[in-house]
């Protein structure tokens, strides 16, 4: 199986991609961050994230999109941004039918570390650890998206026989019956718009 995995952010925004291998163990595939300049208007910067990540969906194809879920913060500027993308890159993935999940900070934490108070070095350090890395990925929004990947792939993945790369795409998808796995209401609905559309 392959998991996208994103720690959304307006200014800056974690994506990192891992495939799934026996006894549990994760490959790297690809990692970064999309950045996007403060001075912008919001419009535009999440113009860009959506841009950026349609990028994403489209060379790597994931199985599932795994989002770190927002909580309340004291800051209602940082909310409100991270908010924004979360549903963009909800929305994105589900437009294409692409199951998403949505894990805590402190379940992401507890999945990687086996404490769900773990600061970000400890998370970093592990993260490196598990993907057999030679550099801890940074800054630390790279990292964490790894994490959320690892953390689904660890607790949350049901989607075991999904095959990762290239030929993989919608159609295939509603073909293999696997269309509606993992999916929430809105997402099957909609997905059998779409499979009734084409007939």
């Given at each position: ?8 952010g307006l ?48 060379e ?103 095959t ?18 993992g999916?929430?209401r ?14």
């Amino acid at each position: 199986m392959r998991i996208l995995g994103v720690d959304p952010g307006l200014t800056r925004c974690g994506l990192g991609v891992i495939d799934s291998r026996p006894a549990r163990t994760a490959e790297l595939v690809a990692v970064d961050v999309v950045r996007t300049p403060a001075g912008d208007s919001v419009d535009v910067r999440l113009g860009a994230l959506a841009e950026a990540f349609d990028t994403w969906l489209d060379e790597h194809r994931p199985d599932v999109v795994s989002i770190e879920r927002v909580f309340a913060r004291n800051d209602v500027s940082t909310i409100m941004g991270t908010a924004q993308v979360s549903g963009l890159t909800m929305g994105l993935a589900a437009r294409r039918g692409i199951p998403v999940a949505m894990h805590t900070p402190s379940e992401v934490k507890a999945a990687i570390t086996g404490s769900g108070r773990a600061d970000k070095k400890q998370m970093t350090r592990m993260v490196t650890r598990i993907l057999r890395l030679d550099a801890p990925p940074t800054p630390a929004d790279a990292a964490d998206a790894l994490a959320l990947a690892i953390c689904h792939l660890w607790r949350g993945a049901t989607a075991a026989t999904s095959t990762p790369g290239p030929t993989k795409d919608l159609l295939a998808r509603q073909a293999a019956t696997r269309q509606g796995a993992g999916l929430t209401r809105a997402q099957e609905q909609w997905a059998a718009a779409l499979r009734s559309s084409r007939r």
